[in-house]
RNA sequence: GCGCGAUUAGCUCAGUGGUAGAGCGCUUCGUUGACAUCGAAGAGGUCGGAAGUUCAAUUCUUCCAUCGCGCACCA
């Protein structure tokens, strides 16, 4: 026996020397496994922001797929799961700017985009490196040959590619509309980067003016001076025989014509039942402005200051102009009512800033706009060559069961969020990213994947959504455009691991791009994973301080036992604790296995393993036959994705069946019996550890691989010994 | 406002149409040769409340309560 096992099991020492001996086998790489001829099995991890460090949720989701991967490679699939890292463009550039604002006071203009671009591209190399260690050190075993970033080369090849694709079919264009404008991040956002706060707020009822017939109210009288009409519900009595009338008026020295509209998306019970209408400045206002043919007026500006002919009020940030607008309003004796609410109020995820709607040109994605689903579509939900919208498409392959969601609940959420679904404006005013491959000279307008010949093009200022590139995630890492091998064998994919809390942002977007440039769903299956939580219940966040580094865990316990931790007692999609207690336990339970081979190996010194033996004595049958029945749930439980049940239940086996009784029971066997029962005794423990190591690999592949070679098996790695056939 | 989830042992949480489960904690006893990280025994729960379906409900249905989350609204 090797002199290793006479002391406890140390992860510290043991892991990182594994990993290196699995990266050197090659055997990440499915076109190195031994078993060539298997069926593919591809997962694409999902690229963490390159912005730093990973969190205890990556290392839920790494270790999810992790197990994943490795069961089907020791179940001989020919296994790609392939890493990466996204941009993360907004993220990822007010990270840096903040950083150099930091050290030099320097903003991203003083520098200009050429050397904010140079900054951003050393920073992210830097942090892909640690990105990278922190994956290993948990052990996933990825295909690093492989690996990809969102604004790699032909990645963003494929980002043009479809881009113009897009263009072309009339999916992408450019318009006019309000948008949620961030005014600290100088940039637009989307819909899902805004976090909502509840504020106090006061609730101001009025008339613009002493003639006018109607009253209104509104929390921003600063933007009244850019009102157009009063809307009222079409069957409100009071009301009614206003509408259709026109009225001049002066509403704080600034002149106005307000119409009087009916519109049934007016809530009659809400304040005076009438609502002053701001197209520039109020989404919903501008869709109502849209139904009546009303143009807008913009009268405050990307600084969120105020833009009007009143001098008083020019140049104003927007609650200076409130607050002098209400003294008029008070002076004028045309105020109301003042009353305080709660209200909430939009702010802006990566900055904290208030949004502030403006109108603005963006590009956008039509998600009701009829196309033809190519010819060489393989989607079985919806017909090759007939015409969907983007909306349709996304709701038919999950409503088809084309593509399945666990937990299951979350389709109706998913539902919930697609019938919602606006156009998608998937452009920013940043300059990390990928620019929009749009040329303008004079009124021509040129889109490709490479720049205009001639001179006097310019291209647009713009960059993509980062979701838009990442959208592409499962396809452009295998080579697409190009028809290549790669994608022609891993794609689609099996199985997407994510956070339910990217679930629209993310996973809807890849399944809106895939179906539509492929024709193809991007995976069969989604796995959404709960968010980890810190010991008090809250969230791991950047602005919290709060994230655990999964290199300490793994330093203090060993990856093993953090990974154990992270899967055994919690449902999957539902939200969890870490505690500390928890993770000490595994690696107790590390230990326990460390000892279990110890005991075996150290009592069957002079046997040797026979895989053929059976001629076993009446009680060691049915103790084998009670381990096959165990690996046969465990199975069951993989097949099914319920990774979390077979954890414990091998967990269980192992110790409480495993140590506690057969190795107990064993004792005295190896003392007093006969040559023919110690001989069953050895045989028995033998299979049932070689089984067990096999079973625990993939939720604790380090210290089982560790254990296979000490109790030399077989020379191969247990990275990629067949997964047991439990039908004996 | 619409939707989703949770409510099970002191704590953190699994699970199930047919005597209620784990880890940690707690009590008692044992253990100097597998175990610094061990074992045995034990205490502890009307499975949030009410009604219904069923031979049988913690599990399925409906309603209610409390907590959390998502979406919308926020004039």
């Known amino acids: 026996m090797n002199d290793k096992l006479t002391k406890p099991y140390d992860p510290q020492s043991t892991e990182a020397k594994i990993y290196q001996m699995w990266e050197e086998s090659g055997f990440f790489n499915p076109d190195n496994l031994p078993h060539q001829t298997g069926k593919p099995f591809t997962i694409m991890m999902p690229p963490p922001n390159a912005t730093g460090i990973l969190h205890l949720g990556h290392a839920l989701g790494l270790t999810i797929q992790d ?110 509309r309000v948008i949620n404008w961030d005014p600290k991040g100088a940039t637009t956002i989307a819909d899902d980067e805004i976090v909502y706060e509840e504020r106090q707020a006061k609730f101001y009822t009025f008339k613009y003016s002493a003639d006018f017939p109607i009253a209104i109210s509104t929390t921003r009288p600063e933007t009244k001076i850019g009102d157009v009409a009063v809307a009222v519900h079409p069957n409100d009595t009071r009301y009614q025989k206003f509408v259709g009338q026109e009225y001049k008026i002066v509403f704080c020295d600034v002149p106005l ?12 019970e809400l304040g005076t039942g009438a609502l002053g209408v701001t197209p520039a400045h109020s989404i919903i206002d501008w869709e109502i402005a849209e139904r009546h043919h009303l143009e807008g007026l913009q ?64 590009w956008f994605v039509d998600v009701n706009k009829e196309f033809t689903l190519t010819e060489n579509s393989n989607l079985t939900s919806i017909p090759k060559g007939s015409k969907t919208t983007l909306k349709k498409l996304l709701h ?131 796995l959404l994973t709960g968010i980890v939580r810190d010991a008090k219940g809250q969230k791991f966040s950047k602005s919290l301080g709060n994230g655990i580094d999964p290199m300490d865990i793994a330093n203090k316990f060993g990856a093993d036992a953090g990974r154990m931790s992270l899967i055994v007692g919690t449902a999957p999609g539902t939200d969890m604790k870490i505690d500390e207690n928890k993770i000490k336990g595994y690696k107790h339970f590390a230990n326990k296995i460390w000892n279990i081979t110890r005991f075996i190996l150290s009592n069957t010194e002079n046997i040797k393993y026979d895989p053929n033996f059976t001629d076993f004595t009446s009680t060691d049958i049915s103790l084998r036959q009670n381990h096959i029945q165990t690996i046969k749930d465990i199975t069951d439980d993989m097949e099914t994705y319920r990774f979390h049940l077979a954890a414990e239940k091998i967990y269980q086996y192992t110790w409480h069946t495993l140590a506690d009784e057969i190795l107990e029971a064993s004792k005295d066997i190896f003392n007093t019996s006969d040559d023919a029962t110690k001989n069953s005794r050895a045989q028995l423990l033998f299979q049932i550890l070689k089984d067990t190591l096999i079973c625990l690999h993939p939720f604790m592949p380090f210290v089982t691989e560790e254990l296979w070679h000490l109790a030399n098996f077989d020379q191969n790695l247990l990275l990629v010994e067949p997964w047991p056939q439990a039908n004996d």
């Open 67 to 176: 197990i994943a991967i490795r069961y089907k490679r020791m179940q001989g699939f020919k296994t790609l799961w392939l890493p990466g890292t996204d941009h993360a463009a907004i993220a990822t550039q007010a990270k840096v700017e903040k950083e150099i604002y930091k050290k030099e006071k320097k903003s991203r203009y003083d520098l200009g985009r050429e050397e904010l671009l140079t900054r951003i591209a050393d920073f992210v190399s830097a942090s892909r490196g640690t990105i990278q260690s922190q994956i290993k050190t948990f052990g996933a075993s990825c295909d690093w040959s492989r690996e990809a970033f969102t604004l790699d080369e032909d990645l963003s090849l494929a980002v043009k590619t479809m881009f113009k694709k897009m263009y072309d079919d009339g999916l992408i264009y450019r318009g006019s």
């Open 257 to 268: 014509k307000i119409k009087i509209i009916a519109d049934e998306s007016v809530d009659p």
């Open 299 to 362: 009268v405050i500006d990307e600084r969120a200051r105020m833009l009007t002919s009143n001098k008083n009020l020019h140049g104003k940030k927007t609650t200076e102009a409130r607050d002098i607008i209400v003294d008029w309003l008070k002076t004028e004796n045309l105020l109301i009512k003042e009353e305080d609410i709660t209200q909430n109020v939009s702010t802006a995820e990566r900055t904290g800033a208030i949004i502030e709607p403006l109108p603005k040109t963006q």
């Open 396 to 526: 038919q392959v999950v409503d088809s069961n084309e593509i399945d969601i666990l937990p299951n609940h979350f389709k109706k959420t998913y539902f919930n969020w697609i019938n919602n679904l606006r156009d998608w404006c998937i452009s920013r005013q940043i300059w990390y990213g990928h620019r929009i491959p749009v040329w303008y000279k004079g009124a021509e307008v040129y889109c490709g994947t490479t720049p205009p010949t001639g001179s006097d093009w310019i291209q647009d200022e713009d960059v993509l959504d980062t979701w838009f590139s990442s959208g592409l995630w499962t396809f452009s890492t295998l080579g697409w455009p190009e028809n290549t091998a790669d994608l022609k064998t891993y794609h689609p994919t099996d199985i997407l691991v994510t956070a339910h809390e990217i679930l629209f942002p993310w996973v809807a977007r890849m399944i809106l791009m895939t179906g539509y440039g492929l024709g193809q769903i991007p995976f069969k299956k989604v």
